[in-house]
């Protein structure tokens, strides 16, 4: 069993819905990032979360530490919102501190 | 513009050669870390720099080895590259404390043939 699991692997919208990402994690951790990838473009981090919930225009990203669960909504969904959206989990302490440990990615595709 | 920079963006190698992936960072983070990506796997680590003169192995380290030159400098060789290397390499940095930014380059894709 993987250490960070998304949910879903692949997701379909039509421009203009509620999408929601899921990612579970079974380690201990400092923060979580939510990362957005391209086709063929490099990794940007959305958002980095250690407790409660981060706004960032149509995004929101929430956190649970005690159920080590992690969503990211996309509020309004558009076409450039198309991309892969990775959660990654940072290391607590230790010879963990700092290195990220990776969920496999969400494929989001939104129609217009 | 402040960030990770690696270099070269693309390169196609002969099993067996060798070269040097660079990376630099201006934002003064303490710890800087090589992954590889791959369709299927996800992106693993190959090693890190927690700070300026230490190094250590991440989960993928075989074949690679990696310099700290300094704080902003930490350079990725393969020694001799085998086919099995092909993959997406991302440079990253990041800092400790309250801000603890994590920021990637841009990639490089490694083809070997």
């Known amino acids: 069993k993987n250490e960070v699991e998304q949910s879903p692997q692949n997701l379909t919208a039509q421009e203009g819905e509620f999408i929601t990402i899921n990612c579970s994690y079974s380690?201990?951790?400092?923060?979580l990032h939510w990362l957005q990838q391209h086709p063929g473009g490099g990794i940007v981090s959305l958002f980095m979360?250690?407790?409660g919930k981060k706004k960032h225009g149509r995004l929101i990203a929430t956190i649970n530490i005690q159920e080590k669960h992690s969503s990211l909504h996309i509020t309004a969904s558009h076409p450039r919102d198309s991309a892969v959206y990775i959660c990654?989990?940072?290391?607590?302490?230790?010879?963990?501190?700092?290195?990220?440990?990776f969920g496999q990615g969400t494929i989001l595709t939104v129609h217009p | 513009n402040a960030g990770v920079t690696q270099t070269p963006k693309f390169q196609v190698l002969k099993t067996g050669q060798s070269m040097t992936l660079q990376c630099a960072q201006d934002m003064n983070h303490n710890s800087m870390y090589w992954y590889r990506q791959d369709p299927g796997m996800g992106l693993r680590l190959i090693y890190y720099?927690?700070?300026?003169?230490?190094?250590d192995k991440g989960e993928v380290p075989n074949g690679y080895n990696v310099s700290r030159l300094n704080k902003r400098e930490f350079s990725l060789r393969l020694e001799s590259a085998a086919p099995s290397q092909t993959s997406v390499y991302f440079c990253a940095s990041s800092s400790r404390g309250e801000g603890r930014g994590y920021t990637f380059g841009s990639g490089t894709r490694l083809t070997v043939v």
């Open positions: 990654a989990v940072r290391g607590d302490g230790g010879t963990s501190y700092g290195k990220l440990t």
């Open positions: 380690v201990g951790i400092s923060a």
């Open positions: 720099s927690a700070s300026e003169g230490t190094t």
């Open positions: 979360l250690s407790s």
